[in-house]
């Protein structure tokens, strides 16, 4: 069973940045998976941050692109995602997502909250 961990999170104000961690029990597989950064706002759907293959192409949502930075570590089983100018909209929980080629349905941490406050 895979494990996902998320770590990084806080109250931030305005402008600032953070880096969020998902660190995986996943051993070598780890290199084989998809991964992704979803967050989801109280009273808002789930929604897909940025995601990279394993392959290392990577994608981002439109609401992030030029601000966050996906990348991943496969010594470390490790995804991380760079949080620059953090606005008050990007306050969520944010989840980290792996998927699999033979899994029926993705693993999900259990997310570490990020608020953006002045």
């Known amino acids: 069973q895979v494990r996902l961990v998320e770590s990084g999170g806080g109250l931030v104000q305005p402008g600032d940045s953070l880096r969020l961690s998902c660190a995986t029990s996943?051993?070598?597989?780890?290199?084989?998976?998809?991964m992704g950064w979803y967050r989801q706002a109280p009273g808002n759907e789930r929604e897909l941050v940025a995601s990279?293959?394993?392959?290392?192409?990577?994608d981002y949502a439109d609401f992030v692109k030029g601000r966050f930075t996906i990348s991943r570590d496969n010594g470390k089983n490790t995804v991380y995602l760079q949080m620059n100018s953090l606005e008050p909209e990007d306050t969520a929980v944010y989840y980290c997502?792996?998927?699999?080629?033979?899994?029926?349905?993705?693993?999900w941490g259990q997310g570490t909250q990020v608020t953006v406050s002045s």
């Open positions: 996943s051993g070598i597989n780890f290199r084989r998976y998809d």
């Open positions: 997502n792996a998927r699999s080629l033979y899994w029926s349905t993705p693993r």
């Open positions: 990279i293959t394993s392959g290392f192409s990577t």
